[in-house]
């Protein structure tokens, strides 16, 4: 069976130090994995401290008006003024209020989910979140179809789609738009004033073709809590991944989170190669100086909630 534990007792006798996923070494044995319903709980309690998911996930029409100003988060000095568009798509009350579910699967962009066959397993959940706007038709068998948020960062547009430069990119994305299909698209709009015009161009194809989403933008404060309570933690991230964000946020209506396509290192634990992401050619880059993330930090963080059962990680083939 191809579920997996973490397991850090043993090591192999010829260690490469240069590959950091050897100090994850991961082995099968799946039966070992249970969920800690109270630890869950109690991180709950501890992260509603800092935020709250129905709140925070996105900002609310009752909040703003066309022509406020909202300085950028990570660009203090930057403002933008929300536009009509921008204010048509806010929702009224919050995507999530009232939810609970189950189980809910968080979908990350690793090439560890080529082959996995962990498509079946991720649908069979009830939310399923993923990363990005990521392709999942094409790789249906390994990462699923079932969306039911999916987040947007304004760079994608620019990454995945050519920045909108001629008809068949504004195409594309249309097509990507249309298949969401009623789910939650959450962009965070108020971040970095890079985006300003990317948030803009996706508002307004949204309105204009009528697209069936739920949008939603995040709201200013979101990173700089979900960062506090990391640090509180003692994980010193500089800046939360997407896939973070997500789970930090998952804790408050999700009971039992799976977490699929997390592994940001650059060989599996069979000294395999593995992709950046799964679906494009994108290069390792976090270990830079550059790189505002710091993803094997927070793996160490997952890994260990993984041990205690408050999540699970699966960086494995799935049945
Ligand atoms: N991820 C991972 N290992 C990888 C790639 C991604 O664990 N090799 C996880 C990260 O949590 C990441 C999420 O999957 O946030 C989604 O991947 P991606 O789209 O690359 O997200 P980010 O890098 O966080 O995007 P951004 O830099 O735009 O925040």
């Known amino acids: 069976?191809?579920?997996?534990?973490?397991?850090?007792?043993?090591?192999?006798?010829?260690?490469?130090?240069?590959?950091?996923?050897?100090?994850?070494?991961?082995?099968?044995?799946?039966?070992?994995?249970?969920?800690?319903?109270?630890?869950?709980?109690?991180?709950?309690?501890?992260?509603?401290?800092?935020?709250?998911?129905?709140?925070?996930?996105?900002?609310?029409?009752?909040?703003?008006?066309?022509?406020?100003?909202?300085?950028?988060?990570?660009?203090?000095?930057?403002?933008?003024?929300?536009?009509?568009?921008?204010?048509?798509?806010?929702?009224?009350?919050?995507?999530?209020?009232?939810?609970?579910?189950?189980?809910?699967?968080?979908?990350?962009?690793?090439?560890?989910?080529?082959?996995?066959?962990?498509?079946?397993?991720?649908?069979?959940?009830?939310?399923?979140?993923?990363?990005?706007?990521?392709?999942?038709?094409?790789?249906?068998?390994?990462v699923g179809m079932k969306t039911d948020l999916v987040t947007m960062n304004p760079s994608v547009i620019q990454r995945a789609f050519e920045d909108l430069v001629n008809e068949t990119w504004r195409e594309k994305l249309l097509q990507r738009l249309h298949s969401l299909n009623g789910s939650i698209l959450w962009i965070p709009a108020f971040m970095a004033k890079g985006g300003k015009e990317r948030v803009e161009w996706v508002n307004e194809l949204i309105l204009k073709h009528r697209i069936n989403v739920r949008t939603a933008y995040p709201s200013l404060r979101l990173l700089h809590a979900v960062r506090g309570y990391w640090l509180t933690n003692k994980v010193h991230i500089k800046r939360p991944t997407t896939g973070l964000l997500m789970y930090t946020l998952a804790t408050r209506f999700c009971n039992q989170i799976y977490l699929y396509g997390f592994w940001p290192f650059p060989l599996d634990q069979n000294q395999n190669p593995v992709k950046y992401h799964y679906y494009d050619s994108l290069k390792y880059g976090y270990t830079s100086q550059a790189s505002p993330h710091t993803m094997p930090l927070e793996f160490k963080a997952l890994k260990t909630l993984h041990q205690q059962g408050a999540l699970k990680l699966t960086v494995g083939e799935c049945d």
């Open 1 to 142: 069976r191809a579920e997996v534990v973490i397991n850090d007792s043993s090591s192999p006798a010829v260690v490469d130090r240069s590959n950091e996923s050897i100090k994850h070494n991961i082995k099968p044995a799946s039966s070992k994995w249970r969920h800690n319903q109270t630890l869950s709980l109690k991180i709950r309690k501890q992260i509603l401290k800092f935020l709250d998911a129905e709140k925070d996930i996105s900002v609310l029409k009752g909040t703003l008006k066309p022509g406020d100003v909202i300085h950028y988060v990570f660009d203090r000095d930057s403002t933008m003024n929300v536009s009509q568009n921008l204010y048509e798509l806010l929702p009224r009350t919050s995507p999530l209020k009232g939810k609970q579910f189950p189980t809910c699967a968080i979908v990350g962009n690793s090439g560890v989910l080529l082959s996995s066959g962990c498509g079946p397993e991720i649908d069979a959940h009830s939310f399923v979140i993923r990363c990005n706007l990521a392709p999942v038709q094409e790789y249906s068998q390994d």
